[in-house]
């Protein structure tokens, strides 16, 4: 099992920028792939972002470009950098682990409005 608590979510205006952080209460190395996802009011759980172990990334269409995940193995930790930010981004943010697909933190809300 592992736990996952995200952080960094705030209220900012389109075109501002965040930083998540996802800390994992394992090591994330052992763990694997791990990736960012969002959910917005009425709609499905997204992927957004997805890193390797090795540090391979892939992202969604519409966040290509603007936001970008990383990882700090020492720190257990997953970040997603969000840049150019829109209202389109408005959602809870969730991180994940590829290897335990059921387990979900709480989420960070972003919001993205002027």
């Known amino acids: 099992q592992v736990q996952l608590v995200e952080s960094g979510g705030d209220l900012v205006q389109p075109g501002g920028s965040l930083r998540l ?3 994992a209460s394992r ?3 052992a763990i694997g792939a791990m990736g960012w996802y969002r959910q917005a009011p009425g709609n499905e759980r997204e992927l ?4 390797t ?3 391979s990334t892939d992202y969604a269409d519409s966040v290509k ?3 970008t995940i990383s990882r700090d193995n020492a720190k257990n930790t997953v970040y997603l950098q969000m ?3 829109k ?5 809870v ?3 994940n682990a590829d290897r335990y697909p059921t387990h979900w933190g709480q989420g960070t809300q972003v919001t993205v409005s002027s």
């Open 21 to 23: 952080s996802c800390v």
């Open 27 to 29: 090591n994330i190395f």
């Open 65 to 67: 470009g603007r936001f």
């Open 83 to 85: 840049n150019s930010l």
């Open 53 to 55: 172990r090795g540090g």
């Open 93 to 95: 943010y969730y991180c």
């Open 48 to 51: 957004v972002a997805h890193i």
């Open 87 to 91: 209202p389109e981004d408005t959602a």
